[in-house]
């Protein structure tokens, strides 16, 4: 049985932004901000968010939000904190998803209800990608959102990647990526 993170992320979307970010990760764990080419990956543009990040990933400020994620949110966050747009267990949630992906500088996917006030209630996937101006720390976390129909009897998930599932996905890599 081969070993692999990529075969739990359960939306294309998230899979072509997991196999672009892998492809260019470095060798510290996260990708190098000046690696990263938006124009390289149109199909993920309208689903993307880039955040700094600081304090283990509690501290959260988005720079990027997509128009996926700002239609899904009916407001434009960019700019803002985290504490700036939710509160409660959402935020306890989120500085948690950050802080997995910061601390042990790791990629994270998951899903679980999105609940936001006057919305449906929908099914989110989320993959949280480490980045580094750097090198040296994880600095800003690149994430992908999608949005679906959700199931009814779902339970969330939270499934951080573990080192030799991301060995095996890096070498199972297409050599011209």
């Known amino acids: 049985m081969t070993l692999s993170f990529r075969g739990h992320i359960a939306h294309p979307t998230l899979q072509g932004l997991y196999d672009y970010w892998l492809a260019r990760r470095g060798a510290g764990g996260a990708m ?18 880039l955040a700094d990040v600081a304090d283990g990933g509690r501290a959260i400020r988005y ?62 996937k989320r993959l949280h990608l480490p980045m580094s101006r750097d090198g040296a720390a994880v600095d800003l976390v690149l994430a992908g959102q999608v949005f679906e129909a959700g199931p009814k009897d779902s339970t969330d998930l939270v499934r951080p990647a573990r080192p030799e599932e991301l060995a095996a996905d890096r070498a199972a890599l297409p050599a011209d990526r």
């Open 32 to 49: 190098l901000r000046r690696d990263f080419d938006p124009i390289a990956i149109p199909f993920a543009l309208r689903h993307l968010i």
């Open 63 to 124: 720079r990027v939000v997509g128009t996926e994620v700002v239609d899904a949110h009916g407001m434009d966050y960019t700019g803002r904190t985290v504490e700036q747009i939710t509160s409660g267990a959402t935020l306890d949630f989120t500085r948690s998803l950050y802080g997995v992906v910061v601390n042990q500088v790791v990629p994270v996917y998951s899903e679980g209800r999105f609940r936001w006030e006057g919305k449906e209630f929908n099914w989110t």
